[in-house]
């Protein structure tokens, strides 16, 4: 079964910059879409952005739009999520997700990390 690890959550104050990888041991990642998602507290989990597989088509909510960024590198079976000028109200816990279709579908993935929380604050 595919496990997808998530890192590179924090604190960070409002401006700022993080970066989010998703990693998979086992299993090739570049054969899956991959989707983050973010659930803030109180709120229900809302996709960010996804990519579709062997380097297909990215997606992103509006919100993310401009100051976000999916890309992979397959040499390290890993998928980024760059995000700059962070707000507070992306403050959330940042899930990866895997499509085993290998394209990036309207649904919830297939396969999910733990998450990785992040905060915007000053």
């Known amino acids: 079964q595919l496990q997808l690890v998530e890192s590179g959550g924090g604190l960070v104050q409002p401006g700022g910059s993080l970066r989010l990888s998703c990693a998979a041991s086992k299993f090739t990642l570049d054969r899956y879409a991959i989707g983050w998602f973010r659930q803030a507290p109180g709120k229900e989990r809302e996709g960010v952005s996804c990519i579709s597989s062997s380097d297909g088509p990215a997606y992103y909510a509006d919100s993310a739009k401009g100051r976000f960024t999916i890309s992979r590198d397959n040499a390290k079976n890993t998928v980024y999520l760059q995000m700059n000028s962070l707000e507070p109200e992306d403050t959330a816990v940042y899930y990866c997700?895997?499509?085993?279709?290998?394209?990036?579908?309207?649904?919830?993935?297939?396969?999910w990390g733990q998450g990785t929380q992040v905060t915007v604050s000053s």
């Open positions: 997700a895997a499509y085993v279709s290998g394209l990036c579908e309207l649904r919830e993935g297939d396969y």
